[in-house]
């Protein structure tokens, strides 16, 4: 076996099938496209991704407070380690998330919210909504509430906080706090379970008399029991559905699954620029579209 050509044969296939989806990208989006997708994967290569300590110090330096789409966030906890901090400076904290709210989501109506963190896609979506006191924000953690409150009176905005977590079965649920606080949730077990309050998504909107809303969704995995028990809530009360999906907890097949079924009651995808948004899916309701 020639190992030398091997490795040739793989090199030069990798090359190609690269430079024909940069073809791609540059015949249907222009020089821009092609070239942030150049940068995307180069920065991807160095490992510019991954967290960096010394910039993680300069926000403890600079105060723990950091500054993303003109809100301002505090992140003075001992949740944060250094290194984590430095997504915030560089720009990469919920960056998809930003974006597709800040390009896509239509500001007129409601805003429910599953899986609020610490509240910057919350606070970044506040700032945009029409009537912003019409927005709920859903966050089980309850080890997040007190900064997630704080984020959002910082940035003097004015949606409302429910520290409950989605559940089908019982009255409670089981949290699972991860060392990562970005990643706990309901569906990966760990050793630090903590018991919340359980709610479904009906609940939510009767409880604020909304007729619709969009739907923002970024539960580590519980997204495909959402669809599972809520769909025709969904189908009936949502008009954009915006989801981070999360096929590493979850399995690509149940991703897959999810797709059909919110497109099956009439949701359609809306197509991004070289689907620049990975994991980041966005849903129009073709039901509602001319009610709203």
């Known amino acids: 076996m020639d190992r030398g050509a091997d ?21 249907e989006h222009g020089f821009v496209g ?14 510019w991704f991954h967290d960096k300590w010394f910039f993680g110090r300069l926000v403890e330096f600079r105060g723990n407070v950091v500054h993303l789409n003109g809100c301002r966030f505090r992140l003075d906890s001992p949740l944060f380690t250094t290194a984590f901090k430095s997504r915030f400076i560089l720009g990469r904290y919920e960056r998809k998330e930003r974006r597709v709210v800040r390009r896509w989501l239509n500001p007129s109506l409601p805003v429910i919210e599953l899986g609020g963190s610490i509240g910057v896609v919350a606070c970044i979506t506040n700032k945009k909504l029409t009537h912003p006191e019409k927005h ?10 007190p900064l997630l409150a704080a984020n959002r009176d910082l940035n003097a905005c004015s949606f409302r906080i429910l520290n409950k977590a989605l559940g089908y079965a019982e009255e409670s649920m089981i949290f699972y706090a991860h060392e990562r606080f970005s990643s706990g949730g309901t569906t990966r077990v760990t050793d630090r379970p903590i018991s919340v309050s359980a709610t ?8 604020a008399k909304f007729e619709h809303a969009n739907l923002i969704c970024d539960i580590e995995g519980a997204e495909v029991e959402l669809i599972a028990h809520e769909l025709e809530t969904i189908s009936k009360k949502v008009f954009q559905f915006i989801v981070e999906v999360h096929p590493s907890i979850v399995g690509e097949e149940a991703i897959h699954h999810l ?15 070289v689907d620049p948004y990975g994991d980041v899916l ?4 073709t039901n509602i579209t001319s009610s709203i």
């Open 7 to 27: 490795c040739g044969n793989y090199v030069n296939s990798f090359l190609d099938k690269k430079i024909r989806k940069l073809k791609l990208i540059y015949q």
């Open 34 to 47: 092609a070239l942030l997708f150049s940068m995307n994967f180069l920065i991807a290569k160095t490992g």
């Open 136 to 145: 709920v924000v859903v966050e089980a953690n309850p080890q997040l509430i």
């Open 200 to 207: 479904t998504l009906a609940e939510i909107f009767a409880d």
């Open 259 to 273: 797709r059909i079924e919110i497109e099956a009651v009439g949701f359609r995808r809306i197509r991004t620029s």
């Open 282 to 285: 966005i849903f129009e309701n």
